[in-house]
DNA sequence: GTGAAAGCGCTAACAT
DNA sequence: ATGTTAGCGCTTTCAC
């Protein structure tokens, strides 16, 4: 591995000079930056981010912690913070919890101080009071993505107005019997978002003099197989059935149109289905969902902090970013 | 940030024995390393990796190029990855393309070879001849996830096998008008796999005597609302239509499913169809399917460079790793 | 505009 | 079993 020491003697100039020329500083005559450039290209060289991050104390990464990476949600949200570090130069550290309880420990009190990193994001999920502090205690930059945690920084859409905006959409198409497929529950993905969404749900419809039925709120674990279950049962009596079904995400969502495929229900026509993400898989499967971008929160936090590194001043508290309500056709009037 | 000199001063004793008690070496005696553990405790001192990966060379990281990180494959092999470097406690550094073609060179040129990681995985994906030679000259263990690449090694299912598996599974049920939903095409991500899939399904056809029409082979781009499209388009004709549809992936199967749900085809009255991968998705859609395990591929390819930056010798060539015909409820007998 | 030199916080030989 | 010491490859004052 060519090192600094052999650009600079190969050049007859010292270390320091190739470390400003190669670092865009001030104080380097241009000529001298442009054959200090010309031979580490040459020799292939590289900074060794080990000692550079040693010497200067700034290691040019950045850490997420993530409860897992393979879901919709987690992985779009790493994929809009990378294309931010991307851009910055800055490299991407996943520190993934993993679902695995002995883990946590190890990547709070150890990962994740280690130096390694310059900022953390946190992904929304649960944790513990410990480990909240931890996180608080951080000596560097820091930020929460998706659900609220209280005590630290954090950005996301405003998940009671979107919960609202979907029911009341229902609402407006003349929906009173009304049933909500609920998230949350498994590993450590139980944050405040499932919560958020189930109450804007039940005061949505108290708001609207609506009767909320418990045997109507069924579990879809923010899952397509589990909601699919779920939806299966509580759509089976053509009797006492829902004409609307609130899903706290698309992937739920899906779940409730494949129970109501295989009952026979037509949708819209004797059930309007309403999600939350705006997925992948929603346009072409019709569905109407409220619109979020996780890729641009991910996107925005990791602004957030970059800046903050460079200002070496903490940014305003960041405002709720934006969702939408899309409409498609798993939708439609009560009755139609 | 406490260091190892104020644990060691705290203590009486010298850095190395801090050094020694902290990394499990030998030499300590347990009374030693005892004490030293809880002031390192007490103090919350946790080593710099900066520090500790320009003194010994090791960065206790592990770096995994990957296309894009928001598409189930990549996410899944991820997930796969990052559980093996947990359990040996490596931190994990994904680079991603991002589709992002200016991007690329930086990738290759810096990130890669800052001496921030110890070994390299790579995403099955397109690499140039250039970057190909910059992969294999990496003087740390390396190996490729998914589609082979000339000149590397490579974990991943043998793909063309699962084809083949998959196109005889249809043909076994009496199926002759078969069509293929193909993926490949859009960004970084026209690797092998496509190729090899596509191959062996013409292969397969051509060794059973099956004819392969030309306007049968449309192209899906591995996506579900491109499949849907190409879909409603193979299947508009009652009278010219196939009875079954090879699909090279799951999400692609969906969107044949659902434009034969669309076009009130029954299925598999009238359509068989079946994929690759075992989505999340393909259980509770009742998919036919060769099932993968990325995660798998990820653990055991993490595993392999593991045990060489611990043995410091090059493993056996890895096997493939199995894949498996799951039966499902989208498959049946021809004009069943 | 450039160079010399002192660290950054560890690890690893080499002593003891 | 423990201590001493010389780096690892940079960055960053401080001189010139």
Redesign the pocket.
């Known amino acids: 591995?060519?090192?600094?020491?052999d650009v600079?003697a190969s050049l007859?100039?010292?270390?320091?000079?190739?470390?400003?020329?190669?670092?865009g500083?001030?104080?380097?005559?241009e000529?001298?930056?442009a054959r200090v450039t010309a031979t580490a290209n040459k020799l292939g060289?590289?900074?060794?981010s080990?000692?550079?991050g040693?010497?200067?104390?700034?290691t040019m990464a950045m850490g997420v912690l993530v409860p897992v990476i393979d879901r919709w949600y987690f992985s779009a949200v790493l994929e809009g913070v990378d294309r931010q570090l991307r851009a910055a130069g800055y490299d991407l550290i996943v520190f993934s919890l993993g679902g695995d309880g002995v883990n946590r420990d190890r990547v709070f009190h150890r990962s994740i101080l280690r130096?390694r990193i310059d900022a953390l994001l946190v992904m929304c999920m649960h944790l513990t009071e410990e480990e909240r502090t931890a996180v608080q205690e951080l000596e560097y930059p820091n930020i929460v993505i998706g659900g609220a945690v209280e005590g630290v920084r954090h950005v996301g859409i405003d998940d009671a107005r979107a919960a609202r905006d979907a029911v009341e959409y229902l609402i407006g198409l003349g929906h009173t019997q009304i049933a909500h497929m609920r998230g949350g529950g498994s590993f450590d993905i139980d944050f405040e978002v499932p919560r958020l969404r189930e109450q804007a749900f039940r005061q949505t419809m108290a708001d609207h003099g609506l009767p909320v039925r418990e045997d109507w709120s069924a579990f879809g674990d923010f899952r397509f197989s589990t909601s699919r279950s779920s939806a299966l049962k509580l759509l089976a009596d053509p009797l006492h059935r829902p004409t609307a079904v609130f899903c706290s995400s698309d992937e739920m969502a899906f779940g409730v149109l494949k129970a109501a495929a295989e009952l026979g229900i037509a949708v819209p026509g004797q059930l309007s289905v309403i999600g939350i993400d705006d997925h992948e898989f929603a346009e072409p499967m019709g569905l109407t969902t409220i619109r979020q971008d996780p890729a641009d929160q991910g996107a925005f936090a990791a602004d957030l902090l970059l800046g903050e590194l460079l200002r070496h001043e903490p940014s305003e508290y960041p405002p709720s970013r934006p969702h939408l309500l899309v409409e498609r056709q798993s939708t439609g009037p009560v009755g139609a």
């Open positions: 591995m060519t090192s600094i020491d600079a007859g100039v010292s270390t320091a000079t190739v470390s400003r020329a190669l670092r500083l001030p104080g380097v005559a000529e001298t930056r060289y590289v900074p060794s080990s000692a550079s040693l010497a200067s104390g700034r130096k």
